[in-house]
Nanobody, 114 residues
Framework: QVQLVESGGGLVQPGGSLRLSCAASRSLFSFNDMGWFRQAAGKEREFVAGIKIGSFYADSVKGRFTISRDNAKNTVNLQMNSLKPEDTAVYYC??????????WGQGTQVTVSS
C-alpha cells in the first residue's frame, strides 16, 4: 500500500488560485500513473487530472488546471487557476500501480466562494 498525503486546500474567492500537493511514500517511478479526483457534496467522485508521461484533464478543468510532478520530492501537484464555485469539492490524490492497484489520499477540501 502507498501512503499519500495531500495539502494546499482552503477557501478562495471565485477567480482565485490554489495549489494542491500530494506527497507519496515512495518513488513516483513505481506508479503507472497518478493524479486527482474530486467529490462535491451529494455527487459522485469524478476524475480531474492525471499524469504519466503526458498529462490529461477533465473537460471541465482544461485550460484552468495544470498537473505536474516533482520526482525528486515524490510529489504530484495541481495548480488550479480561475477557480469557480462549481470547483468546490474534496480533492483526492490517487496513484495506480501494479496490475490493478489504486491507493487514495485522505482528501483536502477546496471551497470557492465569495
Amino acid at each position: 500500500q502507498v501512503q499519500l498525503v495531500e495539502s494546499g486546500g482552503g477557501l478562495v474567492q471565485p477567480g482565485g488560485s490554489l495549489r494542491l500537493s500530494c506527497a507519496a511514500s515512495r518513488s513516483l517511478f513505481s506508479f503507472n500513473d497518478m493524479g486527482w479526483f474530486r467529490q462535491a457534496a451529494g455527487k459522485e467522485r469524478e476524475f480531474v487530472a492525471g499524469i504519466k508521461i503526458g498529462s490529461f484533464y477533465a473537460d471541465s478543468v482544461k485550460g484552468r488546471f495544470t498537473i505536474s510532478r516533482d520526482n525528486a520530492k515524490n510529489t504530484v501537484n495541481l495548480q488550479m487557476n480561475s477557480l469557480k464555485p462549481e470547483d468546490t469539492a474534496v480533492y483526492y490524490c490517487y496513484v495506480n500501480w501494479g496490475l490493478r492497484s489504486r491507493d487514495w489520499g485522505q482528501g483536502t477540501q477546496v471551497t470557492v466562494s465569495s
